[in-house]
C-alpha cells in the first residue's frame, strides 16, 4: 500500500504559476513510476503527466506541454508538479499516484492509491 498526500494548490490569476507537491509513504517510492492527475467540476478525471521511477524520462498530456514540469526527489519520497502561464482550463483538483508502468509515449493507467487531492483555482 501506498499513501499519497497532495498540497501546494491554491488560487492563482491566470498566467500565474504553482508549485504542487505529492509525499508518498508506505512502499518504496522508487519502485514506481508516478503520475498527475485532475478532475474538474463535471469531468472525469484526466492523465496530466509522468515520471519514470528514476526521473530521467517524463510524458505529458498535450495541453500542458510546455507549461508543467513533473520531476521527483525518491530521497524525500516526494513528486512535483510546476505549473507556469496557468489557464482557468487548468483549474481543477489534482491528484498524484502511482503508476501500472511508466511509457515515453503515451499516458498510463494509475494503480488505486488516490490520496485527498489539492484544488487549484485559476481565476481570469
Known amino acids: 500500500q501506498v499513501q499519497l498526500v497532495e498540497s501546494g494548490g491554491g488560487l492563482v490569476q491566470a498566467g500565474g504559476s504553482l508549485r504542487l507537491s505529492c509525499a508518498a509513504s508506505?512502499?518504496?517510492?522508487?519502485?514506481?513510476?508516478m503520475g498527475w492527475f485532475r478532475q474538474a467540476p463535471g469531468k472525469e478525471r484526466e492523465f496530466v503527466a509522468s515520471?519514470?521511477?528514476?526521473?530521467?524520462?517524463?510524458y505529458y498530456t498535450d495541453s500542458v506541454k510546455g507549461r508543467f514540469t513533473i520531476s521527483r526527489d525518491n530521497a524525500k519520497n516526494t513528486v512535483y508538479l510546476q505549473m507556469n502561464s496557468l489557464k482557468p482550463e487548468d483549474a481543477a483538483v489534482y491528484y498524484c499516484?502511482?503508476?501500472?508502468?511508466?511509457?515515453?509515449?503515451?499516458?498510463?493507467?494509475?494503480?488505486?492509491?488516490w490520496g485527498q487531492g489539492t484544488q487549484v483555482t485559476v481565476s481570469s
Open positions: 508506505g512502499r518504496t517510492f522508487s519502485n514506481y513510476p
Open positions: 515520471i519514470n521511477r528514476i526521473g530521467t524520462s517524463t
Open positions: 499516484n502511482a503508476l501500472t508502468y511508466y511509457s515515453y509515449s503515451r499516458d498510463t493507467p494509475p494503480l488505486n492509491y
